[in-house]
């Protein structure tokens, strides 16, 4: 999960240089934000099922997706949002369909882990009898295995995060916008 948090930093960076403000982050207006930590929640709680309870840790799992995909649908006019959605859906096809997210093992070790590969409750080792395998944690970085969904994922955030950067001035409640001494050309 490190990697979102990269995301993160580099999405300000770019919105900042584009002429962003990182003033405007304090101001982003979203509906039913709450569904957020609700469903980062739930993912969290699969991560502490012991791996002998890998249906309960794979339904955890399901579950904290659905207030994610309620959130994306009610802020789906919000720039990046819906390609997020689609990232989040694309995993959730992928881990529904297999039991779990699958994980190619060359791509784990790529990533960093040496010796024999230990699965949690949520994943499981990619196969030939995978379901849709492109949509697999395949992608190796330093430390984690991507899949294409956490890919898209994290480019719909950091759309989303630029673009509220470079929002107009706001002088007032709600981005109502206006422009400085607008009021004394009456």
């Known amino acids: 999960m490190q990697w979102i948090l ?3 930093v580099i999405s300000i960076i770019v919105g900042w240089l584009r002429g962003g403000k ?17 469903g980062f929640f739930v993912l969290a709680a699969s991560s502490f ?12 799992v399901l579950i904290s997706y659905v207030p994610l995909l309620v959130f ?9 949002i819906w390609i997020a959605g689609v990232g989040i859906l694309m995993n959730f096809t992928v881990i529904s369909l297999n039991g779990g997210m699958p994980v190619l ?16 409750g949520k994943h499981v080792l990619l196969t030939e009898e995978t379901t849709l395998p ?14 294409l969904g956490d890919v898209v994922l994290a480019i719909g955030v950091g759309v989303f995060l630029e673009d ?12 109502v916008t206006g422009v400085p001494g607008s009021a004394a050309d009456q």
């Open 49 to 60: 099922v012991p791996t002998e309870y890998h249906e309960i840790a794979v339904a955890l």
């Open 164 to 175: 509220q950067m470079r929002q107009p001035l706001t002088l007032f409640a709600h981005r």
């Open 105 to 120: 093992e060359e791509a784990a070790r790529i990533a960093g882990n040496s010796g024999e590969l230990v699965f949690d």
């Open 22 to 38: 990182l003033r405007n982050l304090t101001e982003i207006r979203v509906k039913a934000w709450w569904l957020l930590p609700l």
């Open 134 to 147: 492109f949509l697999a944690d395949i992608i190796p970085l330093p430390g984690a295995v991507l899949s």
């Open 72 to 80: 994306v649908w009610l802020n789906r006019d919000a720039s990046g």
């Open 6 to 8: 990269l995301v993160l």
